[in-house]
């Protein structure tokens, strides 16, 4: 019998024969011959263990633009991703940084690109790795609530390596920043266009000592006046303060008008 290879391939690694057949779209009786003729017993039932830990990994994460990856799987109670392999439980985060760094984390492993939940193997830092994108802010002349504003570490774990380092307290009384400023420091940019705040809390000072929301910020540099209600991301993003995709009452509004009109009361 001419068998194909890339049908040996596939029963040699252990693929039943259904299988090979919505792979390769030949008919499962062509591979249970060619598993006859090659005298290998019938696959086992079940899924197929991963072969790999990032095989493991990405049964359960996929891609969600700019880099970012979510996790699709079992969350439990208190947040934590976790998924079995090898007969050991892994966190998505600790699986995520062995993946991206080729060793295990030292000290917890977190997501340093700003997004809630983010599991992406590049976008995670362990201590030592937190310790040194503080080291590079503070060294560049940042301080401290600077850096606490960019990546979630507290203000211990910045004096910490900030007093390690030998750098003087920031000086207070610093030259104010203007809103401008802040936002485009803080915004962080992604690879599909969108605009991420780092935290939950959008608020940015004045120099005049009150403070303005993010997301408000960016639609009056948009439209040229103050948003009516609530402004939220109309991309569907959560966080992202794009000043081309904030939405208040009234676009929303006037967008439910648009596709009822196009559509009907259904849309």
Known sequence: MNIRADIADLLHAGHSDREIAARLHVDAKT?????????????????????SLEAAFLRHAKKSGGGHMKWTSHVQADGSRIFRWQNRTWTASQAAFEIGHGRPAVGKALPMCGRAGCV????????????QLIAD??????????????????????????????????????????????????????????????????????????S???????????????????VRPGCGIPRCVHPGHVEDRLLREALTTQLTSIFGSAA
């Open 31 to 51: 591979a249970a011959a060619a598993r006859a003729a090659l005298g290998l017993p019938k696959a086992r039932p079940g899924k197929k263990p991963a072969e």
């Open 212 to 230: 303005m929301s993010a997301a408000r910020f960016a639609f009056q540099q948009k439209y040229g006046r103050r948003p009516v209600g609530n």
């Open 120 to 131: 992406a193997p590049a976008h995670m830092q362990d201590r030592p790795g937190r310790d």
């Open 137 to 210: 802010m503070l060294t560049a002349g940042h301080s401290v609530s600077a850096v606490t504003r960019r990546y979630p570490v507290c203000f211990d774990q910045v004096r910490t390596v900030r007093d390690a380092l030998g750098i003087l307290p920031h000086p207070p009384g610093a030259k104010a920043e203007s809103i401008d400023d802040t936002f485009r420091r803080r915004a962080i940019p992604t690879e599909d266009g969108h605009l991420l705040w780092p935290t939950s809390d959008y608020h940015i000072r004045t120099v005049e000592g009150g």
